[in-house]
């Protein structure tokens, strides 16, 4: 089950993604630490006229890993290779872009930490000393050459920092972690991006769309496509405070940012499940759904909102979250739930 994105067709949307993509690093906007650290690392290996470190990326979804990895080499005027983890099954599927690599160019993998563990020493001696062994013939004939690499730099991305072993992480000179975007910077890259998109929009109606956007410039760029579509079928084309409105609720998108899946998943555990403490199981089998969905898509960003806590005996709804659903809180101190629906 997907979730995003909640318009248009996937063409479309990475035909969009790439046009919204910043191209150099001063068009990047927030995550101003990290970059100033990159702008010095870069400009320092251009002096010393070597190659730049390998870097790593971490993170959640939709932060700037990608974005990074296409703005980086356009710093150095060298070309980016893009690899996806999960692709990458043996050796063999590596060594093509390896040994194609030219002088300093930039080698991406996204989600690095899904490759296998073969992969990943194979990659040791590439990354370490630019180069890798080849095994040319078959059988008895098998010989083992020494290939010399290039000089490159590898950007690995990974949204699980802590499931990469300690020998890759530490082959990495550069480490940054990307954290979620204040409002004020989210709501530039709404206005920047309307622009690009060619799409007149107020400031209040591109704040309404950032703090609906759970501090992710990917999910404000899905939210401002759909209102744009919208605002192009219903609003001759303007995007005001009362069409950014209408449109997110349309959509089903609440003041927090929360879609129906989320509402769906506060409903289970206040109305059905009283609130919990629930197992993630029970949860799943109620909403007819995996317990992967919910942990990987669902749970993150109600927790990170402070709708729901994790403990050891299940997952519990937060006061904030009953209030948000419309449910008086529980009563503490008596046992009592006290879960009456607000409205009656
Ligand atoms: P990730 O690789 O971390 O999943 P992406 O780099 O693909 O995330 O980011 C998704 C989209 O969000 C990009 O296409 C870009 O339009 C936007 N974006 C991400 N980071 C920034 C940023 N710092 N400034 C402006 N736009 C950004």
């Given amino acids: 089950m997907t979730r995003e994105p909640i318009y248009s067709s996937n063409e479309e949307q990475k035909e969009d993604e790439v046009r919204l993509r910043p191209l150099r690093l001063e068009d ?26 390998h870097i790593l990326f971490d993170g959640p979804p939709g932060l700037g890993k990608t974005t990074f990895a296409t703005c980086i080499p356009a710093e150095l005027g060298v070309n980016v290779e893009f690899l996806s983890g999960p692709t990458l099954k043996a050796p063999k599927d590596l060594v093509p872009s390896l040994t194609n690599l030219a002088d300093r160019q930039v080698l991406f993998i996204d989600e690095i930490h899904r490759i296998p563990k073969a992969v990943e020493e194979y990659m040791y001696t590439a990354m370490e000393d630019f180069r890798i062994d080849l095994i040319l013939g078959e059988g008895i004939n098998a010989r083992t050459h020494n290939f010399k690499l290039k000089p490159f730099t590898l950007i690995g991305a990974t949204t699980r920092a802590g499931m990469l072993t300690g020998p890759l992480r530490d082959r990495f000179q550069i480490r940054e972690h990307l954290d979620f975007y204040s409002l004020d910077d989210l709501t530039e890259i709404v206005v920047r991006n ?6 007149e929009i107020s400031d209040e109606a591109a704040t309404e769309i950032a703090i609906r956007s759970r501090s992710t410039p990917r999910i404000a760029n ?27 609720e349309m959509a089903q998108i ?39 969905t919910l942990e990987d898509e ?21 006061p904030k979250a009953f209030e948000h659903m419309n449910f008086e809180p529980p009563v503490n101190g008596d046992g009592q739930m006290g879960l009456f629906d607000g409205n009656n």
């Fill in 194 to 199: 309307a622009k690009k998109l060619a799409i």
């Fill in 298 to 318: 669902v749970e993150p960003f109600l927790l990170r909102s402070e709708l729901i806590l994790r403990t050891p005996r299940g997952r519990v709804a937060t």
């Fill in 254 to 292: 609440d003041c927090l940012g929360l879609d129906r899946q989320d509402r769906r998943y506060l409903d289970t555990l206040i109305r059905v499940c009283l609130g919990g403490p629930t197992g993630i199981n029970t949860i799943a089998a109620t909403m007819n759904t995996v317990t992967d």
């Fill in 28 to 53: 990047m906007v927030g995550q101003q630490d990290v970059i100033e650290r990159l702008m010095i690392a870069i400009e320092a290996s251009k002096q010393r006229d070597d190659v730049l470190g």
């Fill in 222 to 248: 899905n939210r401002l496509r759909w209102v744009r579509d919208f605002a192009q079928s219903r609003a001759q084309g303007k995007i005001s405070i009362e069409v950014a409105n209408d449109a997110l």
